[in-house]
């Protein structure tokens, strides 16, 4: 069987809408620098609230694992030697 490395990350998302948008805002940023995302987990939730108590923001704190993808050893990089 091969071995993976999963790492985490936590990320936080904010939406006027809700916080299952708020959670998709995150990954959907996140996605543009990193790749390979394997699972989110929901750590938090919260909300910004007006001057009258109004919610005008959902937040979603979450910790997403990622797959540790070696494509830097694959076009020729060599590693760094501590």
Do not use: T
């Not at 990320?11 to 998709?24: D, M």
């Not at 938090?44 to 609230?49: I, S, T």
């Amino acid at each position: 069987m091969e071995e993976h490395l999963y790492p985490f990350i936590d990320l936080v998302g904010s939406s006027p809408i809700s916080w299952e948008k708020a959670a998709e805002n995150a990954i959907k940023e996140a996605c543009k620098s990193v790749w390979c995302f394997r699972i989110a987990e929901v750590k938090e939730l919260d909300a910004k609230l007006d001057d009258q108590g109004r919610i005008i923001a959902y937040r979603a704190k979450l910790r997403v694992s990622f797959k540790y993808d070696d494509w830097k050893s694959e076009l020729g990089w060599k590693s760094c030697k501590g």
